[in-house]
Structures are given as C-alpha cells and as structure tokens.
C-alpha cells in the first residue's frame, strides 16, 4: 500500500446573550413561525429559533439593549406564554399529560352519545338499537354544549390571540369550523326546519331534522386525542435527557477537618473532597486521592465495560463506582461537571433548528390562511355550482377542508427527528453542539484525524532516555520539571516516569508552549527545551544523534523529543503510544461510510507513515503546525471538499473551528471541546462513524417526515373538498399524520452504531 505523505513547511465583539425560555399556547407550526416573524423584528434581538416539539423559544439577543422581561412582554402580547427555562421542567411534563388526557377523556364521555346517533343513519348499521333520547335535537344541543365551549374553550382562545396578531393557526382552523357546525345546528334545532337537500346529520329519522352536533364535538374530540398520543410520543423522544438528569447525584459526602457530612450536591465545590461508596453515583468530575474500585461509565460514555479506577485517575460525575471506596479531589463540581454539560449541550441541540425546519416553517406561515381561502372556495362551490342551496352539504364540504389541512403534522417533522437523533446520539457518548450540526455533519465527504489522543490511545510509554552528558536521571528530572505544566500526553508520560523513579522533580520558574514544537522552561535557573528538531534549531542547537538510531526508532511509531539545556544538545526521550483496535476498526467503518480519511499530525514523517501504514490510511501530513492544520482544513475545503476535523489538543482546537464539523474527544482539553461542533466523551473513533450515521439517518428521517406531512395535506385536501371525507374523518386523519410523524421519528431510537 502506497501512502502519500505531506510535509508542511513550518511556517468589535457583540455583546449577545443566549438564552432559553419555554412557551405554553402553541399549537401548530404556524405559532412558532409566528413568534420568530415577530421577535425577529425588535430592536437587539439577533437569532430566535422555537422548538414547536419542546415547546422551547432559544434567543440570542443583546443585553444593552433589550431584556428578557421585554421578550417575555412581547411573546405574552402575541397570546402566548413565557417562563424562563428551569431544568425541573424537562423532567417532568407529568402535569401536562394528565391535563391533556382529562380533557379527551372529559369530550369523549359527552360526544359518546353523539356517536351513537350516527348508527341511526347508516345504511349498513340500520340494525343497531339507538335510544329515542340520543336522537332528540335539544338532547344533542345539550351533550355538544360544554364540548364546545368547556373542553373546546382553549380553541377560542388560541383563535382570538392569532387574529388579534393579524395571523391564523391550527386554533383558528379548529374554531371557525366547528363554531360553523354548532350554530348551523342550533339554528337548525331551534327552528325546527331542514335545509334543501341535507342528507347528513345525526338525526335522520322518526321526522327529526339532520343536525351536525357530533360533526363539531367529535373534531375537537380527536383533536384533543392527538394533542394527548402526541404528548406521550414525545415523552418518549424526551428519554436521553431525563437519564441524563437521573444521573446527577442528590447529595454527596464531603470530607472535610471535622470529619464526613451528608450535604447537597449543590453545596460541593471544585477543591473539595468526597467520599464515594460502592453502589454510589460519583457527584463530580475529579481524581482519584486514594482507593481502587471499577466504575460503570456506560450511561455517560456508552463504554459498556467498567473501567478501572486507582490513585490518580481521573472520574466523571453521573457513573457508577461498583466494588470499592474511593476518595475523590473535585475537578468540577455543579453545573461545571461532564453530565451536567451534557444535559446543557443536548438542551441547546434539541432546542435549536436546522436549516431544512426553515423550509417547513415557511410553508406553514402561509399555510393556514391559503386553507381557510380554499374552504371559503369550496364552500362557494358546493352552495351555489354542485348543489345550489344546500348550505348543510357546502359547510360540511368547507369544514372538511379546514379540519384536515392543520399543519401540525409539518411543525413536527424536524424537531421530533432532531430529538430522538440527538437523544440517540448520546446513548452512544455523542453530544452535538446544535441540531443543524446533526444535519450538516450528513455532507461530510473528508475526515481528517489527528495522531496523537486521538488515533493513539493518549497514554504513551518512556522506552528509551539517551543523555549526551551527565546521566539519564539527571536528564529525566529536568525534562519533568519543563513538562510538569503541559498538559500533553507526551508531557505527562514524562513526568509520570519520573514520579515513578522517585525523582525529585523541581518547580519551574518560566514556562511557555510553543505550538507545533514543544516548550521551553527555567528549571532551577537553567533555559531548558523539550521538543522536536526544528524547536532546538529554532534556538541554534543541533541534535547530535545517529540518524540511522533515530529513523529506526521513528519507523517503529516512536515519538523522539529531544532536549536542550542551556544553549547544549542534551539528548533525547523516545515515546511510544498505543493504538487500540477501536482506531482501525473506526478507519475500517469510515471507508465503508464511503469516506476519505487523512491523518495529520505534527510527528515525524518516519512515525506519522508508520502509524498511518497499520491503519490503512493511505494520506497524511506530518510535521504540521497549528495553523498548518487550518491551512490543511482549507485547502481539502477549497478544492470542494466537505471536512470534519478530528482532534483533543490545543494544537487541533483552530482547525476544528475552521473544519465544516469539528470533532472533538471529550477527554481533550477545554479549548478543543469548546470550538468543537460534536463532542465524543469517550476517547475512542468508533464514535465519529457512529455520529455521521446517526447523522445521515436524522437527516433521512426528517425528509420522510416533511414528504409524508406535505404529500398528506396535497391528497387528502381534495377528498375533503369533493365530500369524499366527512369532517370527522378528516380530523382523525389530522390527528393519524400527527402522531404518524412523531412513530416514523421514534424509529431513530432503533439505529445502531
């Protein structure tokens, strides 16, 4: 196999806060659509997406400007309401569903009667006995009452508080269409007369005039059943973010100069240390201070097999210690730990749209009043061309129209794909920043991998110390102390072989990384620094080393730093890192993908060909500075290519940004995970052909959603109109592609890795 290797030359602020807030009185993709018309208007305000699904409104707007008080003002003025998003409330949502289930369960019990009626007057239950009471008009006029006005009140409302805003809704559709056929009956039933030609109805015999009181109380009947399947649908798309909450721990045990105290998580801070039972959730991200046990970390990283944990290694907050007690230092405590950043990320992802839920949006802006239009049309229709005079058939027909056209089903689409897509990504450890990153990271056609932590395992070995004067302890001691503050994993594999050794590692009084080569340090007053050959020449020091011993040593995958202390040639350290099988399998799984994959690194060309050889990589870049990694990112992108970046270490955190995604490992460093737009919290690359299929199979299933919500309406409106469909048929066909979306979306739960 041929790999071809590339050597790089070594070479005003807003002030706009983000925040979340949750919106009650939404109905249809038409309300949200409406909200972000009109927010989108006022001064300050930079970015508004709301999440019909959630019930969810993310702004980013500037603080010097406006306030969340007067988004609030606003939101409540268009007849909706707001609250500031607190985490209890995506715990729950208990109270909802039950208020929902009464309501149906409340309609049904007064619209049963109703539809017993409707055996009276077809022709193939003709048999079936109906009770003379149920076909009285003022007996129905009594059972549609409270349907309409009690149960059917929040329609009402909804359809006032759009109409005022000089907008339409699902509200409005319901209302207008089942006011229709309740008056039109109360009319009927009060006069006593029947329309010409009226041949529906649920009082049909014994001389009763045909009325339309079931027509009325069975929509919002049905409505009322959708509204309750959808809410427990959703609970389901809701399951990752209620275990992520089930994993953050109550109380925890601190440790302390009087002795051990139960107190509340929220009262642990990072510096403190806690005691961890077995069987006990770990409350924070920390390092082990004493005691050995294994820790269940599948609910946070998807690693089904528990690690094993010791003095000095690091714990998560939200697994599981099984075996043995363990003393812990607080790295992160509260809103700062790895679960609770979780929950944070995969909120902002399901809250936020997608490019492709901008299109949906649109069409259901107009939708609702091009609806109403069309009923208007095919009420004319029927009244004064097919069947001229017959008001009861023209406003059944209009009715039918208006019911079975509510855009629920689009305002659907995306966000309950984006929900369970996110929620299934983070059963695997996946978390992404944004859903339209979940829909981007699809188009990617190019990965890029750095070497170092994330193809290696990021836990290198000291092999081989070689001083050109004085001894290999003297060398170690003084590399460890210009290391002790880098946070490398070719740093720290030194320092720990010299705690190791029992050497007596000193402060440094100066230390500085110099990205793509090394550091440099003053160590007991001596200029000391460790890194590649370019670093020493940098500094006029060539490296006096065998080249033949150095290339074999390269050709072996081995990392050499070399070592100069004051202003000499000190010798060399030679570092091997191991590369698990999860990396090739993932290279293995990306080619399958139909994906191209680089490495790149800032290692030796002999040792970066190495590696990339056992891999199967057939294109890399060695020697590759920070901003030659950007550079790189650039070039693929320029010459058409789709790129995501995969890297954990300062040196990668730039070309994650400027890389169409950015991956990063959640064990990396800070600045990585921050300019990343995916996060994998366990250092492993199965996760990145993981993330693109979940990715590719969100992306797919939101398509299916919109073509099935959009080809429904362009072919069951004109049933509707031609009287194919009575209204509540149409209703139930309304509420059946509702909940249709929200089943086709929880198929996402069943994608594997």
């Known amino acids: 196999m041929s790999i071809e290797v590339m050597t790089m030359s070594q070479s005003p602020a807003f002030h706009l806060e983000r925040s979340t807030f949750k919106v009650t009185g939404m109905t249809c993709a038409a309300c949200a659509a409406r909200i972000e018309k009109s927010l ?12 019909l699904a959630l019930e969810r409104m993310s702004v980013a707007f500037d603080a010097r400007i406006i306030g969340a008080e007067q988004i609030g003002d606003k939101v409540r003025q268009l007849g909706y309401g707001m609250v500031p998003l607190v985490r209890e ?27 017993w009626t409707m055996f009276g007057h077809w022709s193939f239950t003709s048999g079936v006995w109906v009770p003379a009471l149920f076909m009285d008009p003022w007996f129905q006029f009594a059972m549609a009452l409270p349907v309409q006005f009690v149960f ?5 409302i909804g359809a006032y508080r759009a109409l005022r805003g000089r907008t339409a809704n699902m509200d409005v559709l319901i209302a207008l269409s089942t006011t229709a056929a309740f008056l039109y009956s109360h009319y009927l039933t009060v006069t006593g007369t029947a329309p010409h030609g009226a041949m529906h109805g649920s009082a049909m015999h014994e001389g009763h005039v045909p009325l339309y009181f079931e027509t009325s109380a069975m929509i919002i009947t049905i409505v009322h059943l959708g509204k309750w399947l959808e809410a427990l649908a959703k609970k389901r798309t809701l399951a990752a973010i209620r275990r992520l909450h089930e994993l953050q721990a109550k109380t925890v045990t601190l440790l302390s100069r009087s002795g051990e105290s139960e107190v509340p ?22 390092r082990v201070i004493t005691g050995s046990s294994t820790v269940d970390e599948s609910a946070v990283t998807g690693e089904i097999a528990p690690a094993d944990k010791r003095d000095g290694d690091r714990v998560i907050a939200g697994t599981i210690n099984k075996t043995g007690a363990l003393r812990v230092f607080a790295l992160a405590a509260g809103d700062q730990t790895t679960v609770s950043k979780m929950v944070r990320l995969l909120e902002e992802a399901q809250s936020s749209k997608p490019s492709i839920q901008r299109i ?32 009861g058939t023209a406003l059944i027909r209009a009715i039918s129209v208006l019911v079975i056209a509510c855009p629920c089903a689009i305002g659907l689409a995306t ?38 932590g994330t193809i290696t395992e990021g836990k290198p070995k000291l092999i081989d110390i070689r001083a050109a004067s004085g001894t290999r302890e003297q060398l170690l001691r003084l590399a460890a102390a210009a290391e002790w503050s880098s946070e490398h994993p070719l740093a720290q594999a030194i320092v720990l072989s010299a705690v190791r050794e029992g050497l007596d590692v000193p402060r440094t009084t100066r230390f500085e990384a110099i990205p793509g080569y090394g550091i440099g340090a003053t160590v007991d007053g001596r200029q000391v620094y460790v890194g590649t050959r370019q670093l020493l020449r940098q500094q006029g020091i060539e490296p006096e080393e065998d080249p033949q011993r150095i290339g074999k040593l390269e050709a072996q995958r081995v990392s050499v730093l070399f070592v100069a202390v004051d202003g000499k040639y000190a010798g060399y350290l030679a570092l091997q890192d191991t590369i698990p099988a999860a990396s090739k399998e993932a ?33 890399v870049y060695a020697n590759v500075l920070p901003e030659g990694k950007v550079a790189v990112v650039r070039e693929l992108q320029q010459a058409g290519r789709k790129v995501a970046m995969v890297g954990d270490g300062l040196n990668d955190a730039a070309a994650l940004g400027a890389a169409d995604i950015g991956i990063a490992v959640g064990t990396g460093t800070d600045m990585a995970i921050e300019a990343a737009d995916v996060t994998l919290l366990k250092r492993s690359l199965t996760g990145v052909p993981t993330a693109i299929r979940i ?12 073509l099935f919500a959009l080809a429904y309406n362009v072919i069951a409106i004109p049933f509707a109109a031609a009287g194919v469909l009575e209204p509540w048929m149409a209703g139930s066909a309304m509420t059946l592609s509702s909940i249709s979306v929200v089943g086709n979306s929880l198929r996402l739960h069943r994608t594997a890795k």
């Not at 109270?95 to 309609?107: H, I, K, V, Y």
């Not at 649109?362 to 008001?391: H, K, N, Q």
């Not at 990715?695 to 959603?705: A, P």
């Open 40 to 51: 989108s208007r006022m001064d300050g305000i930079d970015n508004v997406a709301v999440n």
């Open 89 to 115: 409330q995506n715990e729950g949502g208990d109270d909802e569903r039950t208020r929902l289930r009464n309501r149906f369960l409340g309609s049904a019990l007064f619209t049963f009667p109703l539809v």
């Open 152 to 156: 059917g009140l929040q329609f009402y």
């Open 265 to 286: 998580i929220e009262q642990v801070k990072a510096g403190d240390t806690v005691l961890i039972r077995p069987g006990e959730k770990i409350p924070v991200d920390g």
């Open 360 to 391: 949906a949006d649109r069409i259901a802006s107009v939708f609702v009043p091009a609806i109403v239009a069309l009923a208007a049309a095919t009420f004319a229709y029927w009244m004064y061309v097919a069947e001229p005079g017959d008001l």
């Open 415 to 452: 966000p309950t794909s984006v929900l369970v897509g996110t929620g299934r990504a983070a059963q695997h450890g996946i978390l992404f920043k944004e859903g339209r990153h979940l829909e981007q990271i699809h188009t990617i056609d190019t990965v890029i991998l750095d070497k170092t």
């Open 587 to 619: 290279v293995k799984r990306l080619g399958r993908l139909g994906l191209d994959v680089i490495m790149m690194t800032g290692d030796n060309e002999r040792t970066a060909k190495a590696i990339a050889s056992k891999l199967g990589i057939r294109r």
């Open 695 to 706: 990715g590719r199979k969100t992306l797919g299933n939101i398509r299916q959603n919109l």
